[in-house]
């Protein structure tokens, strides 16, 4: 087997990325607001996003959904810089 076919073997799918980041969000989020409710919803959507993964996974080549998954990673960003900013201030306290 070749690495290429190696690497696309055992890296996750764009799917599969997406349905763990809403369960690390989910779980994240659930504990800080103490909302076991909130952790279920947010692994149902990632399983939701993972169910139609074929699809998405084709549309990830296009222009326009790169473009809003930029811009959304952007978002993440900015909101992981934020609270990054805001514990180190308060640490500084």
Not at 4 to 16: A, L, M, R, V
Not at 39 to 53: L, Y
Not at 59 to 78: I, L, N, S, Y
Request: proline share 3%.
């Amino acid at each position: 087997m070749e690495e290429d076919q190696k690497k696309q073997t055992c890296e996750p799918k764009p799917g599969e990325n997406l349905k763990q980041m809403f369960i690390a969000f989910g779980d994240a989020f659930s504990e800080v607001f103490n909302d076991p409710e909130l952790k279920a919803k947010a692994k149902e959507f990632g399983e939701a996003a993972t169910a139609s993964a074929q699809q998405l996974g084709r549309r990830f080549k296009d222009d326009d959904v790169k473009e809003r998954f930029h811009k959304a990673g952007e978002a993440a960003e900015t909101f992981g810089k934020s609270v990054a900013e805001y514990f180190k201030s308060d640490k500084q306290k």
